[in-house]
């Protein structure tokens, strides 16, 4: 056994709440310092040092973020996550009950699925056995014998359209609109570069084709910080009325639809729109990426959980011509030499 001090070996920055690792930094500290041969690393999570070595941690989802940089800084071949659920579902089952668990799923796809609301997966822990390309499985461990989800390159050999319906709830959408807006180079700039100075997160964007408005969301709590950093960099155009007053939309959610399988399955955003209006859903935007991995959709949070499970149903039970199942084919799990697992202590207690 091998004691692997994180404040020793992770290289990190930021607060001391929620510091992020330097990958490159840390794979240094490891090879200059390597885990002996024939021997298991036991590693706590949720820790690292800073420039001074001070301990840090690493907010939300630390531990399992442990275990991504662990396995990226060593370049293990596979990286385990052992939680307490059996793994990905395609759907919140606090929505809706019958939501089936996903076996596999691509980097891409994950990294969707965790950046617009799935509780157990964290675009922090996704992003570094994205970039070092190190598959990882997430298991339940109360049930050890459960297949989990898969994460890796691709989707699983059945390329399914659809892998998951996701939301984000608690937003606000800021809407900045003007004659001033048509035309003018390096408004956008200027409108995210507020938000940035002023510490607010953008979820998503939106802006319509005549330059007229341009609207983006971000969390509730952050609204006032928000208002106030317009307000202070579009004085002059305020003033001059170039830009209409800022508006609110208050409390509202995202509901996203995630598959790799969508850029080559026609119908799939009218089939997503008609289920929301079926259910009288209002939809306030539309945000659709290039890569047409996943389409997203503002709409009242007051109106949507209760009705979400007869739209999440129109894709669970579509036809196999739309949709087939939702459930993905596990790939083969990758032996390692060098596997990681960090788990909870409860896990560590029960000795398995």
């Known amino acids: 056994m091998f004691d692997i001090d994180p404040v020793n070996y992770f290289a990190a920055s930021g607060s001391y709440l929620s510091a992020e690792v330097d990958i490159e930094a840390s794979s240094q500290r490891f090879k200059q310092s390597p885990i002996p041969a024939q021997h298991i690393g036991l590693m706590p999570g949720f820790m690292a040092g800073n420039e001074n070595g001070e301990l840090v941690t690493l907010g939300r989802n630390g531990s399992d973020y442990s275990a991504a940089v662990l396995a990226a800084c060593v370049r293990a071949q596979c990286c385990e996550i052992w939680t307490d659920v059996d793994g990905v579902y395609n759907c919140d089952p606090r929505l809706v009950p019958d939501a089936r668990l996903l076996k596999s799923l691509s980097y891409q796809e994950a990294m969707e699925l965790s950046y617009f609301g799935a509780k157990v997966l964290h675009p922090k822990t996704i992003a570094p056995i994205a970039r070092f390309h190190i598959p990882c499985l997430i298991k339940n461990t109360a049930n050890p014998q459960g297949a989990g989800t898969l994460i890796g390159d691709d989707s699983g050999e059945d390329k399914l359209p659809i892998k998951g319906i996701t ?7 800021v809407n900045l609109s003007g004659p001033g807006m048509k035309g003018m180079v390096g408004m956008a700039s200027r409108v995210f570069g507020a938000m940035s100075s002023a510490g607010v997160s953008v979820v998503l964007i939106t802006q ?16 006032t910080k928000a208002e106030k950093a317009l307000s202070i960099h579009f004085e002059l155009e305020l003033k001059d009325g170039l830009l209409e007053p800022v508006e609110f939309i ?44 996943a389409i997203s959709a503002v709409v009242p949070q007051s109106g949507y959980p209760r009705r979400s499970k007869p739209v999440t149903k129109t894709y669970l039970i579509a036809s196999t011509i739309w949709m087939s199942s939702l459930l993905g084919s596990v790939g083969s799990e990758a032996s390692s030499s060098s596997k990681f697992v960090v788990s909870r202590p409860s896990f560590v207690s029960k000795g398995l």
Request: charged share 20%.
């Open 167 to 173: 939301t984000l709830s608690d937003l606000s959408m």
């Open 208 to 223: 319509s084709s005549s330059e007229y408005s341009i609207s983006f969301c971000i969390q509730n709590q952050d609204k």
């Open 250 to 293: 208050d409390d509202l959610s995202i509901v996203s639809l995630v598959g790799d399988g969508m850029r080559t399955s026609k119908g799939v955003a009218s089939r997503f729109f008609t289920s929301l209006a079926e259910v009288n859903v209002n939809i306030v935007a539309i945000a659709q990426g290039s890569s047409e991995r």
